[in-house]
């Protein structure tokens, strides 16, 4: 097995908020354990809607200056979660988000949605090659929910683990590197259920989606591969959030983004393999019980 402080992780996404949304606890687990964790985000997030009035101007059809605000919200959500290596996908600033699907924002220059791909895969093919982790945590194809920059981060991030470990591929960039394991975060449709039945039950005046097969992150639980258990960094993955205070806001156990769907802050979180060996599954449904399990 490898030992702790061996462990390299490293997660893509597309905007800031989605690391801690998804991976927080997972995150704050490994720094905790001593394994290096770095974090790999592609834009800005310039094109998010705001939920804070007083800062409404920021939007990008006012100052335009929400990216940069948001670059020092990420700053405090890996300061909660004990991340000291985060990186842009390019640098800061080199790609822009992309907005959803139709609007204007698609058409952008620097939009991430249309990155030149060889360029954006080289851009992380030096960060694998550099950081050398043996665990690589991304998108499924359909980036989640759908959103362009997902789904480019997800085309981006296998691609770029293919080309990684070519030797012929790109010797400037360092020498060729072989992920062991590369995950999908992903949420269990019964977990999602679960959630949406206990938010209906706290009176919460919640009027959303009841249905959780209706949510388009929703995953088959026979896809799930892992599920890590990160009840012991619960406070830390809640201030991890509660950083990203321009885009999701707080309800004891729940939080909702500017679609106002509730949803629980999870403290186990779960993800599919889709590279590399499984490794043994000691959880109640035989899934692993760490990323690094079986290497």
Same mark, same amino acid.
């Given at each position: ?10 997660l893509?996404?597309a905007?800031?908020?989605d690391?801690?949304?998804n991976?927080g606890?997972t995150?704050?687990r490994?720094? @905790? ?11 800005? /997030? ?6 804070v009035?007083?800062?409404?101007g920021? !939007? ?6 929400l ?5 020092v919200?990420l700053?405090? !959500? ?8 985060h990186?842009?996908?390019g640098g800061t600033?080199r790609w822009?988000d992309?907005?959803?699907a139709g609007?204007?924002a ?5 939009a991430f949605?249309?990155a030149?791909?060889?360029?954006a ?6 960060? $694998? ?6 665990v690589v945590? /991304? ?7 759908g959103h362009p920059?997902h789904v480019?981060?997800h ?5 770029a683990a293919?080309?990684?470990a070519?030797?012929?591929y790109r010797p400037?960039l ?5 992920v ?14 679960? /959630?949406?039945?206990?938010l209906? !039950?706290?009176d ?6 009841t249905?959780?097969?209706e ?11 892992c599920?890590?258990d ?9 201030a991890a959030?509660a950083?990203? !205070?321009t ?9 909702? $983004? ?21 490794g ?12 690094? @399990?079986?290497l």
């Amino acid at each position: 097995m490898t030992p702790a402080a061996d462990r390299r992780l490293l997660l893509v996404h597309a905007h800031p908020d989605d690391e801690s949304i998804n991976n927080g606890a997972t995150m704050a687990r490994y720094v @905790a354990e001593g394994a290096h964790v770095t974090l790999l985000t592609c834009t800005l /997030g310039e094109e998010g809607e705001i939920l804070v009035p007083e800062l409404a101007g920021l !939007a990008a059809d006012q100052a335009d200056q929400l990216g940069g605000y948001r670059v020092v919200e990420l700053e405090r !959500a890996m300061q909660a979660l004990g991340v000291t290596d985060h990186r842009f996908l390019g640098g800061t600033g080199r790609w822009r988000d992309s907005g959803m699907a139709g609007t204007p924002a698609n058409a952008h220059p620097r939009a991430f949605w249309n990155a030149d791909l060889d360029e954006a895969v080289a851009a992380a093919v030096a960060v $694998l090659r550099e950081v050398r982790p043996q665990v690589v945590v /991304g998108y499924d194809e359909h980036g989640g929910y759908g959103h362009p920059d997902h789904v480019q981060a997800h085309r981006v991030t296998m691609a770029a683990a293919d080309a990684a470990a070519d030797p012929g591929y790109r010797p400037d960039l360092g020498a060729a590197h072989q992920v062991a394991k590369l995950y999908w975060t992903c949420v269990p449709v019964s977990v999602l259920q679960q /959630g949406l039945d206990a938010l209906a !039950a706290a009176d919460t005046g919640y009027d959303g989606v009841t249905d959780a097969r209706e949510i388009p992150f929703a995953a088959e639980d026979a896809d799930v591969s892992c599920e890590l258990d990160g009840a012991a960094h619960r406070d830390r993955k809640a201030a991890a959030m509660a950083a990203h !205070a321009t885009q999701l806001t707080l309800d004891g156990e729940f939080f909702a $983004l500017s679609n106002n769907l509730g949803q629980e802050v999870l403290t186990t979180e779960y993800y599919r393999l889709v590279r590399g060996e499984r490794g043994p599954g000691d959880g109640p449904h035989g899934w692993e019980t760490d990323l690094f @399990a079986g290497l």
